[in-house]
């Protein structure tokens, strides 16, 4: 018998150590796919389980970086070439009974952080703590992988039991909202009837399981460059365009947008770079937005607005600009067939203490992407939330998992599929 737990904690563990941000999980998606095919998965790697197109904030640079890195901490070269630059993977496992296509979807990556040196802190006390330098899985996805892994053993071991076909997306790049829509836009869920998700902590103790989580905001990310001209400020400042004082209007304009009356609309400057030299008309100027909505109507009337702005102050100032859309994600809408049956899985889970239906969660899920793909072809999705103690918040520096929810996540992943593939 398989201690399916042991399995899910040992693995996360391992991926702990080696926490790695969107589109950089080499040595994690090698992991994955080591694990996968042994069991005997097909998977699907590189360009083939990722639309090319609908790729969002990948830096070339910091992907060689990363393979370099990845390379030197064991990752053979035929998987790296297997890769072809694109992290994730999407595996399937196609039992010969006809049955349903149910998806299970595990995002991967890691967010910048670093980690704490508390020697109470349980990564430190049992030898487990990050060793890439000012990375860290403080967000829970090293355990979304581990349960997404100890899911693949299960299914291996009860293939004979099951129909229909599995397939496990393992997900990059889902920080900043960038990794979604690229597998969705592969083509490899348009068959799917059923897809699940979830997250592990986030609002909920230990034992809660809420199957539909609300005021999940559609966002769009853009970064944003300005290019003007430089010139000697007081010999010949006309000479000038600047791209500076054109980005500093722009901060301005943006947080004076209008609202939109519907329901909640947001509006984020995160971070501004600008300038050259004090006695230079600055010529350059870079900047990273997002916005939010309540709905995808919202956000669209949002993100319209911020695109507006940027292009009238650049006409204003006689500047270039420049706009890539850094991410996206929708708002979710999960699915009563599914919120039901995961109320009734997991009130049978042993360790579930409770069911929430609804619960308020705030921030933004790409997941939402891979949803919206399988809805618009017919199929059902449902996100729902794992609770999970923990020390710190998301994304700070003591943050940890209860382990013993990994096996709470790994249970209702399992009783669904034996309730939609067997
Ligand atoms: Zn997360």
């Given amino acids: 018998m398989t201690d399916y737990l042991a399995n899910a904690i040992a693995i996360r563990r391992e991926l702990h150590t080696k926490p790695e941000p969107g589109w950089m999980e080499f040595f994690t998606t090698a992991r994955i796919v080591k694990e996968l095919e042994s069991l005997g998965w097909t998977v699907h790697l590189g360009t083939s389980q990722i639309g ?3 790729v969002m904030g990948r830096s070339e640079k910091l992907v060689e970086e990363n393979i370099a890195r990845a390379r030197k901490e ?9 890769m072809e630059g694109y992290t994730g993977c999407i595996a399937e496992w196609k039992t010969d009974k006809p049955g349903k296509v149910t998806a299970l979807r595990f995002d991967i990556d890691c967010v910048g952080v670093e980690e704490t040196d508390d020697p109470g802190h349980k ?6 703590r990050s060793c890439h330098k000012g990375f860290m899985h403080a967000c829970g996805h090293d355990g979304h992988t581990a349960i997404g892994l100890t899911v693949a053993r299960w299914v291996k071991d009860h293939a004979d039991e099951l129909k229909g076909t599995i397939k496990l997306i393992f997900q990059p790049a889902e920080e900043g909202v960038r990794g979604g829509a690229a597998q969705a836009a592969s083509g490899l869920l348009d068959d799917v009837d059923y897809i699940l998700g979830s ?13 539909n989580p609300q005021d999940v905001l559609a966002t769009t990310k853009f970064d944003v460059s300005y290019t003007g001209k430089p010139a000697h400020p007081t010999m010949s400042p006309e000479l000038g365009r600047d791209a500076l004082a054109c980005l500093c209007t722009t901060v301005c304009e943006l947080r004076a947008m209008t609202p939109h009356g519907k329901g909640m ?19 350059h100027g870079t900047m990273q937005l997002e916005v939010r909505g309540a709905t995808g109507e919202i956000n669209d009337y949002m993100a319209d607005q911020a695109l507006r702005i940027i292009k009238g102050t650049a006409l204003a100032y006689d500047v270039q600009y420049d706009v890539v859309k850094a ?15 995961v109320t009734e899985v997991a009130k049978k889970v042993p ?33 729902f939330i794992i609770g999970s103690d923990r020390p710190g918040a998301h994304h700070q520096k003591n943050f940890d998992i209860d382990e013993k929810s990994l096996g709470i996540g790994f249970e209702i992943y399992k009783g669904c599929l034996e309730k939609l593939n067997k």
């Fill in 52 to 54: 090319l197109d609908q």
């Fill in 74 to 82: 064991g990752v053979s070269d035929k998987m790296l070439k297997r």
């Fill in 123 to 128: 990564p430190n006390a049992n030898g487990f």
């Fill in 199 to 211: 997250h592990l902590a986030l609002m909920c103790k230990s034992g809660i399981i809420c199957p």
């Fill in 265 to 283: 609309s947001r509006v984020n400057i995160g971070k501004i770079e600008a300038g050259e030299f004090r006695n230079v008309v600055p010529a």
């Fill in 327 to 341: 991410g996206e994600a929708s708002s979710m809408s999960n699915d009563e067939e599914l919120i039901d049956l």
């Fill in 351 to 383: 360790g579930v203490t409770q069911v929430i239906r609804e619960m308020s969660m705030g921030g933004s899920e790409d997941y939402t992407m891979l949803a919206n793909r399988v809805q618009a072809h017919g199929g059902k999705s449902d996100f």
